[in-house]
C-alpha cells in the first residue's frame, strides 16, 4: 500500500516548457517532503525538499508547491531542458527516518 | 555535498553463490543506513534498515536470512545476498541518514544479475 500517490505515470514536454508532477498523500505525521531525480542505471539523487510549514520552495528551475489542507504537493520544472529528462520520485517522511516514495513520473523532454 | 559510494556497481554470479555489497558514507557518519530494491520501472522498495552497532530491521516479507545486512562502523553497511538465485535478480541501492538530519543520500546502486 503506497502512502503517497503520484502521477503522472508518464510525461513528454517539449523543450522550453513546464513539467509538472503531483503527489498526494493521508499521514498528517509526514514532515518533510522531498524528492529525487534519477537518471537510468543510477541512485536517486536529492533534488529538492520541503516542509509542510512553508507553501512554496524555490532552487533554480525547480520548485515545490505545498497544500497542508488538501495534503499534496507537486514539482514544477521550469524552462525543460533534454538534460532534465529522468525519471522523479515524490517521497514523504517523518521521525521514523523511512522514507515512503511514490511511484515515479517519467519525464521525456524533447528537444 | 553528502556522497554515498556503493561497489560494485555490477555484478554477476551463479546461483547458489553468495555476493557481498557494500556502502559507505564517505564525508559523514551514518547513524543509519538503509538497503532498498528497484524492479525496472518500478519506485525504490525498502528491504531494511540498519543502525550502527545493532541488528537491522527488515521490512515485512524480507528474508533476513537471505538477505544479511552488517552495519559495522558509522561508515560502512554491507548487504550480502545468500545462495543468490535468478529470482534476486535486480537493482540494490543503498541510502545513508547523517546523525540528527532527516536526509538520505543514495548510492549509485548495484546491478545484481544471477545466472
Known amino acids: 500500500q503506497q502512502q503517497v500517490k503520484q502521477s503522472p505515470q508518464s510525461l513528454i514536454v517539449q523543450k522550453g516548457g513546464i513539467s509538472i508532477i503531483n503527489c498526494a498523500y493521508e499521514n498528517t505525521a509526514f514532515d518533510y517532503f522531498p524528492w529525487y531525480q534519477q537518471f537510468p542505471g543510477k541512485g536517486p539523487a536529492l533534488l529538492i525538499a520541503?516542509?509542510?510549514?512553508?507553501s512554496e520552495k524555490k532552487e533554480g528551475r525547480f520548485t515545490i508547491s505545498f497544500n497542508k489542507s488538501a495534503k499534496q504537493f507537486s514539482l514544477h520544472i521550469m524552462d525543460s531542458q533534454p538534460g532534465d529528462s529522468a525519471t522523479y520520485f515524490c517521497a514523504a517522511t517523518w521521525e521514523s527516518y523511512k522514507l515512503s516514495f511514490g511511484a515515479g513520473t517519467t519525464v521525456t523532454v524533447r528537444a | 555535498g553528502a556522497v554515498v559510494s556503493q561497489h560494485p556497481s555490477r555484478v554477476i554470479c551463479k546461483s547458489g553463490t553468495s555476493v557481498k555489497i557494500e556502502c559507505r558514507s564517505l564525508?559523514?557518519?551514518?547513524?543509519?543506513m538503509f538497503w532498498y530494491r528497484q524492479f525496472p520501472k518500478k519506485s525504490l522498495m525498502l528491504m531494511a534498515t540498519?543502525?550502527?552497532?545493532?541488528?537491522?530491521?527488515?521490512e515485512q516479507g524480507v528474508e533476513k536470512d537471505k538477505f544479511l545486512i552488517n552495519h559495522a562502523s558509522l561508515t560502512l553497511s554491507t548487504l550480502t545476498v545468500t545462495s543468490a538465485h535468478p529470482e534476486d535478480s535486480s537493482f540494490y541501492i543503498c541510502?545513508?541518514?547523517?546523525?540528527?538530519?532527516?536526509?538520505?543520500?543514495f548510492g549509485a546502486g548495484t546491478r545484481l544479475s544471477v545466472l
Open positions: 564525508d559523514f557518519q551514518a547513524t543509519t
Open positions: 541510502s545513508a541518514r547523517p546523525r540528527g538530519v532527516n536526509i538520505q543520500y
Open positions: 540498519s543502525n550502527e552497532g545493532s541488528k537491522a530491521t527488515y
Open positions: 520541503i516542509r509542510p510549514d512553508v
